[in-house]
């Protein structure tokens, strides 16, 4: 009897520790994929108000956004997006994230900022396109990949976007394609992503 429950223990042991390294091993797999850019529409916006109090959101039309790993072949690392806008005072908005997978989730952290960490579940990735669902949405976004990480033997160790202190980094349209009701004072009130609404 104690024999058949210490093989019925080893036998239980080495099944949690198969599906366990096999989770760490599709995740690694997916690593690879994900690292890299992407292009698209990640439905981001935000909210600025004019000069009499009113808000106006604004929607991004596509996002540019890099994941690199912290190594070669990890499970996590750190990266920027880029969105850009048709309307609003703000050209486009830069921010920085940390990543990981864990167990087939991607997890997006905004340093000082947790309220805008989300996730990204059931998802479909491979070399071309890269889909799925962000936090609890319920329509799926679509990226392109335009370049893989493990391609680039020059962007290794090089990130080539200026960045400044802070969560995010907005650059202002000119003030010829302005327009004169927004307050020069005003502060973004939210950013937000419109597929989680």
């Known amino acids: 009897m104690k024999k058949s429950i210490t093989l019925l223990c080893t036998i239980a042991t080495l099944a949690i520790c198969f599906t366990f390294t096999s989770c760490m091993n599709e995740d690694v797999g997916e690593s690879i994929v994900l690292s890299g850019q992407w292009r698209g529409d990640w439905g981001m916006y935000y909210e600025f108000p004019d000069r009499y109090g009113r808000i106006y959101r604004y929607d991004s039309f596509d996002t540019d956004i890099v994941f690199y790993p912290q ?8 990266g920027y997006q880029v969105d850009w806008y048709d309307y609003g005072p703000y050209e486009r ?3 920085r994230f940390t990543w990981r997978i864990d167990n087939g989730i991607v997890r997006i952290y905004y340093p000082g900022y ?19 669902y962000i936090g609890d949405s319920s329509t799926r976004f679509r990226l392109s990949k335009i370049r893989d990480y493990y391609d680039w033997s020059y962007y290794y160790n090089y990130d080539y976007h200026q960045w400044e202190w802070g969560y995010y980094y907005g650059k202002t349209r000119s003030a010829d394609s302005e327009e004169t009701t927004v307050s020069p004072d005003a502060q973004i009130i939210k950013i937000g992503n419109r597929y989680t609404e």
Do not use: K
Request: net charge negative.
């Open 71 to 78: 190594y070669d072949y990890a499970t996590y690392g750190y």
């Open 114 to 132: 947790p309220e805008y960490d989300t996730y990204i579940r059931s998802y479909r990735l491979d070399n071309d396109y890269f889909s799925g």
């Open 93 to 95: 908005l830069s921010f």
